[in-house]
DNA sequence: CCTACCGATCGGTAGG
DNA sequence: CCTACCGATCGGTAGG
């Protein structure tokens, strides 16, 4: 059973692993190829131009955060909808989830993507915003409903995503801490932050 | 009375414009010297190199969060100190003003101290975890008064100042929010987020 | 996928 | 601070 992986891949591979020790701009086409054992033109035969490969990286890692996050905050057709703290913290796992086990093409989507063609780059501009909307959308329910304190949605849900995204930068598989135990940490966090003090806080818990 | 400005320093400061918004890699020294009407060679009069003109941008921010930030940090001779939560928002305060009041040099450090030489790099590496070490023990120590809930210090250190810095990417002084406003918030997120249910808890401000 | 090449640009220097 | 230049390298292409 060989494991399937295009030409096309491994250059993505090693274009993401480079840009993100690297940076892009810092990366030339010649590190990719001698990173594969072939020589510069070649890669040619494969992709159509440097910036090519930042887009294939940057949109398949948008495209993991939408797949993962995008569920949970929109409401679910059948089952009762989740309680705000409860969707949050969900929101909060499935983001660090996609920042652990995608990290480095994570770090390349979040550090690299202001490398893009301006056409492209407004693109992945609106995709981010649109999914800053979900967090945004996810506080401003819990406000409405009570069980947050009256924060500014959109200043609230930056910072979140600012911490979480961080952790693309420092975690490390074999560090002390598991991927779940920083999700839960920083979940934890934020949902005091956002409950303590919150006009329909009479002590019971609707979280987890 | 002529506004002082030396040529090394008007060097700089287009390097820190040019860095910021296109990326140490991606500006040439023939960039910076456009910027100032001159040639790319004449640039060497003045710098040995063009990591040289990054280190200045980089220490100089440095050593401003470290003035501002520094002696907030420590405990003052004379005066009693303040309470975990009020030096915890001081702190945030003062950061977050370097941040928008340096914010182009600020956004340089933050983001382009990785294409410095290995040794400086090493160098500013140390100066930066210092720095979030004071961040560490200023909430251990509120931890240790009760204050504070019993989160892990270097992970919330890391958290807090990850989402302060982001204001670097997103802040206009001509946007909605004064830096104020946005140090205040965040003050107060993190600070509710810590007090939330700490041990000694009851009920009682001592914040601010 | 290779060889061989394109024009452009890179950081930096010599000598004034 | 300029002119003129250094060797190296850049992203990309032609033709096989």
Redo the contacts between chains.
């Keep these: 059973m060989a494991i399937e992986t295009t030409r096309r891949q491994q250059i993505e591979d090693a274009a993401s692993a480079l840009f993100r020790e690297r ?1 892009y ?2 990366t030339s086409v010649r590190d990719i190829a001698q990173a594969l054992n072939i020589q510069g033109g070649s890669l040619y035969a494969h992709v159509a131009s440097k910036e090519d490969v930042l887009w294939s990286i940057v949109s398949r890692a948008a495209d993991r955060f939408n797949a993962e996050v995008g569920p949970l905050a929109t409401d679910p057709g059948a089952p009762a909808a989740p309680s705000a703290p409860a969707r949050l913290r969900a929101m909060i796992r499935a983001h660090v989830e996609v920042v652990t086990s995608s990290q480095r093409d994570a770090a390349v989507f979040l ?1 690299e993507w ?2 893009l063609s301006d056409e492209r780059r407004a693109q992945m501009a609106a995709r981010r915003d649109a999914y800053e909307a979900l967090f945004r959308q996810a506080i401003g329910r819990g406000i409405a409903a009570g069980t947050f ?1 009256p ?2 949605p959109r ?2 849900a ?3 995503l ?2 979480l ?2 952790i693309a930068t ?1 975690y490390r598989p074999d560090g002390p ?1 598991t991927a779940q135990e ?1 999700a839960d ?2 979940a ?3 949902i ?2 956002l ?3 919150a006009p329909g806080s009479s002590r019971e818990r609707t979280d987890s």
Tied chains: 1, 2.
């Design positions: 940076g701009a810092a550090h202001r490398f304190s924060v500014d200043l609230t930056t910072a979140i600012t911490a995204n961080g420092w801490l920083i940490h920083h934890d966090l934020f005091r932050a409950t303590c003090g």
